[in-house]
């Protein structure tokens, strides 16, 4: 279905999808318009259209503009956000999980408005939904398994041995200033992952995609693409396979860019009930860094922590 947008206060976000701005909240106020209302509705509405093959992960960024102090903005651009996640989350229930994210005045100072400067367009909430195969992980004879070829394998092939590297992606991330440089804001990741299981001889590629709330000092904003990287070894149980893998995940990152090429390290934790075993995991894995093919605006170190989707890419 196509959502009828008003002719004020909401729009789409061309070359997304499904996401959407909604503007105009009055200056100071986190109140839902009734032109809110009537896009929230559709917008849910169009996501249980396409529930019966798919699952979503919407990230609510609520903004202000650059009239007030950045630590009030930054207040009401989190209960904006949470206003939106209100309304919303009971609307997609058992569909879709729904993150609310404040990033106060970055958007209006990532585009150039001056301190003190009031714009309607700022005072708003961006709302982008990604979407995911609800069927679930292929089984293992799927095309996107693949056999690892014999020749890279190591001499004892254990089960519970597994390695992952980064192939490439895009990273960006915006914050409020704070005092002595550091910064408080939000960042958005798309990774893809290459995972081995060694004692098994597949692998599979993955496609993962975090929202996380981020501290860092340094510039207040950033956005950059990354090339493949050094590949890395982990251990599980040594009943997981690599469909186990798919499905929610918890995400920690941290960066140190000082003029280097690599970029960046984190982590993945999930939990999984392992098939046929029935068995509760714990598993956790590393994200490796990866070489910059570019990137702007980023000069320091941060740390973030969030929530996300890791799909296998077929």
Do not use: C
Not at 70 to 99: E, K, M, Q
Not at 106 to 120: I, V
Not at 140 to 151: A, L, N, W
Not at 238 to 262: C, H, K, P, Y
């Amino acid at each position: 279905m196509k959502i009828k947008y008003p002719a004020w206060g909401a729009e789409p976000l061309h070359g997304w999808r499904w996401a959407i701005l909604l503007y105009g909240f009055d200056i100071g106020s986190a109140k839902l318009k009734h032109e809110h209302l009537g896009v929230l509705d559709q917008f849910s509405l169009m996501l249980r259209s396409e529930s019966a093959k798919r699952g979503f992960v919407v990230a609510v960024k609520g903004n202000g503009s650059r009239t007030g102090s950045d630590a009030v903005n930054l207040s009401l651009s989190w209960s904006r956000a949470t206003a939106v996640y209100n309304y919303l989350s009971p609307l997609v229930s058992g569909i879709a999980s729904v993150i609310p994210l404040g990033l106060g005045e970055a958007a209006a100072a990532l585009d150039g408005l001056p301190d003190g400067f009031e714009s309607e367009r700022h005072r708003s909430v961006l709302m982008m939904a990604v979407d995911y195969k609800k069927k679930g992980p292929p089984p293992p004879k799927s095309e996107v398994i693949k056999k690892i070829p014999k020749s890279i394998l190591p001499k004892v092939n254990k089960r519970g041995q597994f390695t992952v590297q980064l192939r490439g992606g895009h990273e960006g991330s915006a914050g409020v200033p704070l005092p002595f440089g550091f910064g408080v804001g939000g960042q958005v990741t798309r990774f893809k992952l290459r995972i081995r299981d060694l004692g098994r001889g597949v692998y599979g590629d993955f496609i993962l995609w975090a929202a996380s709330g981020k501290v860092d000092w340094g510039s207040p904003g950033s956005l950059e693409a990354l090339e493949p990287g050094p590949e890395r070894y982990f251990s599980v149980n040594e009943e997981v396979r690599i469909w186990d893998l798919a499905g929610f995940v918890n995400v920690d990152f941290l960066s140190a860019d000082f003029g280097t090429n690599l970029a960046g390290i984190g982590k993945v934790t999930l939990q999984r009930t392992l098939d046929p075993s029935d068995e509760y995991a714990w598993i956790q894995f590393p994200i490796p860094p990866g070489k910059q093919a570019w990137e702007f605006g980023k000069f320091g170190a941060g740390a973030a922590s969030g929530k996300g989707y890791l799909s296998i890419d077929d």
